[in-house]
């Protein structure tokens, strides 16, 4: 039995793993056609021909909608941008609340905010991390608008039930598929489930551009709200002859013709490199399969997993070490990835601790000193973001392991290294309790 490296062992690879890069040729030609063109935007914040941008932005949003299947793509430059935008042409505002995960990246839910709504979280599906039907079922009120379904880690939330809630209530669901490209649901791809999905391009997603993001959605009007509140809806409304009002306060969230040209180049990448994920983690799972107290993840039969990180549930009882020591000893025996070398071996704990359990939320302050939206005299509900609110995410933040490692150009060999760490760990778990209660 090897000794493990945190005990004065060998690691078991220090070569360092390969860059997840999608950039290549076909990027830098575009961008090179662009910056030739001398045209870098062509929005103008009024309502004439350039309110739409310019010619890479509406090809890119074309070929995006066609890609999915929708009706209308709709470019920004981020994600929380297209979040705050959807949430916007839902028609979100003061009194309202919008239900969401408390077990995703902060701008889930502060997309609700910005329009002075408030973020009601409903629990989580232990076995998929996304939002939990039922839960959600119990969190609707009077004063609900919508829902922000999260597709967490790659992982289709069980959408058909969630609709069907939405329907009887009517609300307006938002996806946000944000890690969850070319993921699919009963064989449907995700952001064309609800009324809106929103999709990332940030530097560690799937498919990139830096940063920028795109909405889908299959409805006109919320298309044109969309638009609108991208770029500068106040100053278009009059000249568009738009009548309804309702958030049309704008803002520039408007995507550039660079990364509009990248982003086109990264869509027709994106199938393959989804593919290429996929098989990565079916061979790693295969070489994990049957270590004592990690599960690994859950997927419905019919949905398509797209693992924008690999998530394992770790079993303390089973094992008899804490998490953090288990982890510990993993990175220890592991590289880091080139291009990331300063963040050392992409695995970590948990993901994030549940939102409502973070300053603003536990504070209620966020815009002033006055309370609001929380304590804003047009909201007539009861904020609740007490410990204990949404178990499963509480539980889920003390019991997962997320990693990186399967991301291509990850070979089998690299792969082998990986899921050898982890045979190693879990063969040293006598002197690694021995190491751990000693301090």
Same mark, same amino acid.
């Given at each position: 039995m090897n000794t493990l490296a945190l005990l004065g062992g060998e690691p078991l690879r220090k070569t360092l793993f390969p860059a997840y890069s999608v950039i290549g040729k076909e990027e830098i030609d575009a961008v090179r056609a662009v910056m030739e063109s001398g045209i870098l935007s062509r929005y103008v914040g009024a309502w004439n021909e350039g309110f739409y941008g310019g010619p890479q932005v509406r090809a890119f949003e074309d070929e995006w909608a066609g890609a999915?299947? #929708?009706?209308?793509?709709?470019? @920004?430059?981020?994600?929380t941008s297209g979040l705050i935008s959807a949430a916007g042409a839902a028609g979100v505002g003061p009194g309202d609340e919008v239900i969401v995960s408390p077990y995703t990246m902060m701008a889930s839910a502060t997309a609700a905010l910005v329009f002075n709504a408030v973020p009601v979280f409903a629990d989580i599906d232990p076995r998929t991390y996304c939002?939990?039907?039922?839960? @959600?079922r119990s969190r609707v009120t009077p004063r609900t608008k919508a829902i922000i379904v999260v597709h967490i880690f790659g992982q289709a939330a069980d959408m058909d039930p969630i609709m069907e809630i939405a329907e009887a209530h009517g609300l307006v669901?938002?996806?946000?598929?944000?890690?969850?490209?070319?993921?699919?649901?009963?064989?449907?791809?995700?952001g064309t489930l609800g009324h809106m999905g929103v999709f990332s391009f940030n530097y560690h997603k799937h498919i990139h551009t830096g940063e920028g993001g795109v909405v889908t959605t299959n409805d006109d009007g919320l298309c044109e709200r969309l638009q609108l509140i991208r770029n500068h809806g106040e100053a278009v409304v009059g000249g568009k002859g738009v009548v309804n009002l309702i958030d049309m306060v704008g803002f520039n969230f408007r995507m550039g013709e660079i990364e509009a040209a990248i982003a086109r180049c990264q869509l027709a990448k994106g199938p393959a490199l989804i593919a290429a994920r996929q098989a990565n983690v079916a061979y790693l799972e295969g070489k994990l399969a049957g270590l004592p107290g990690l599960a690994l993840p859950a997927v419905a039969p019919g949905n398509g997993h797209v693992y924008y990180v690999h998530a394992l549930t770790y079993d303390e009882a089973a094992l008899g070490i804490p998490r953090a020591a288990f982890v510990k000893a993993l990175k220890a025996e592991l590289p880091a990835t080139a291009l990331r070398e300063r963040e050392g071996p992409l695995i970590g704990e948990g993901y994030v601790r549940p939102l409502y359990l973070e300053p603003m939320y536990q504070e209620r302050i966020a815009y002033g000193d006055l309370g609001c939206p929380f304590a804003c005299p047009f909201y007539e509900g009861e904020t609740?973001?007490?410990? !204990?609110?949404?178990?499963? #995410?509480?539980?889920?933040? !003390?019991?997962?392991?997320?990693?990186?490692?399967?991301?291509?150009?990850?070979?089998?060999?690299?792969?082998?290294?990986? #899921? !050898? #760490?982890?045979?190693? @760990?879990?063969?040293?778990?006598p002197a690694l309790r021995d190491h751990h209660r000693g301090g």
């Open positions: 999915f299947a #929708a009706r209308h793509a709709v470019a @920004v430059n981020s994600a939002l939990d039907p039922e839960s @959600v669901v938002i996806e946000d598929c944000a890690q969850a490209p070319f993921a699919t649901y009963k064989g449907r791809p995700v609740d973001y007490r410990p !204990g609110l949404c178990p499963n #995410a509480e539980t889920a933040h !003390g019991t997962v392991i997320t990693h990186e490692l399967m991301r291509p150009p990850m070979t089998e060999a690299d792969l082998d290294d990986v #899921a !050898g #760490a982890f045979h190693k @760990v879990v063969e040293n778990l």
